[in-house]
């Protein structure tokens, strides 16, 4: 049987695996908070035919060997941190991080999962919560009768209180940040999980310490190109149908071979 058809495929493969990712990079281009993927492909094992430096004849040696490979396989999937674009919202508890970062939230296991989703809302409990109910860490709890609430650029929260005529503190967000942010794993609801390549969190104060600054009012877009997606689908169509022609030629060449007669 001809290796090119094990090759093609494996190319087809790796190709169908690209456009299922480029899919969901644009599913997610309105998605707060999302940071697009990247696949890297990596080739398969060689057949050495001829190795190079082998002797020919007395005292002369190949100086190119021959080599055949095996087509092609997904290697990894690694998220790009890139900043995304900041839309304006004028919503006091959207919250976005200039720079690096995530928030931390909280998980009913008791866990700690990470976002950049900054577009958080009020519990019953005046808590600042997701989308999904999961409280911010350290617990923010806005007290009633407030007023109005005001984000630092250093995470502290206060609150104007109706009666009163000063603002009152009621907490300070803090930031997580990780040596390797690409290894985080996506768990979905915009939250990602640490990981043995991620490392752990090194938590500390917004704008100290490498970490990025917080402002109130916005929420950061992903960084999602719509035109670079559609390049690199266009890209990923074609190289998926030159594979197949590839097969395709293999097929005939079988056929020919298959037909031959004394």
């Given amino acids: 049987m001809m290796r090119s058809l094990w090759i093609a495929a494996s190319g087809m493969t790796g190709q169908q695996f690209n456009i299922d990712n480029i899919a969901n990079n644009m ?10 993927s990247r696949v890297d492909f ?6 050495n035919i001829r190795v190079a430096g082998t002797p020919s004849t007395t005292g002369a040696q190949v100086p190119t060997g021959i080599q ?14 890139t900043q995304g674009a900041f839309k304006q919202t004028e ?4 919250l976005v991080i200039e720079g690096d970062g995530f928030f931390q939230v909280l998980l009913p296991d008791g866990s700690i999962a990470y976002t950049r989703d900054g577009a958080f809302k009020k519990d019953s409990l005046g808590r600042l919560v997701t989308s999904d109910g999961f409280p ?7 007290p009633n009768g407030a007023a109005s609430i005001s984000v630092a650029a250093d ?4 609150a104007v209180i ?8 009621i907490g300070k967000i803090e930031l ?3 040596v390797n942010p690409a290894g985080l794993r996506s768990w979905g609801r915009n939250l990602y999980l640490p990981s043995a390549g991620s490392g752990d969190a090194i938590i500390g104060t917004p704008g100290l310490e490498g970490l990025g600054s917080i402002a109130q009012g916005f929420v950061e877009m992903s960084n999602v190109q719509v035109v670079e997606e559609m390049v690199n689908m266009i890209i990923s169509q074609r190289a998926y149908e030159t594979n197949s022609k590839a097969i395709q030629a293999s097929d005939d060449m079988l056929q020919t071979a298959n037909n031959l007669r004394r």
Avoid: C, S
């Fill in 27 to 36: 599913a997610n281009v309105n998605t707060a908070g999302y940071k697009k």
């Fill in 42 to 47: 990596q080739d398969l094992l060689y057949q």
């Fill in 68 to 81: 055949i490979g095996h087509g092609v396989r997904q290697v990894a999937t690694q998220k790009i941190f």
């Fill in 91 to 94: 919503n006091p508890l959207d």
């Fill in 136 to 142: 911010l860490e350290p617990e923010i709890v806005i």
């Fill in 155 to 158: 995470g502290t929260v206060v």
């Fill in 162 to 169: 109706d009666g009163k005529d000063q603002v009152e503190t």
């Fill in 176 to 178: 997580a940040r990780f």
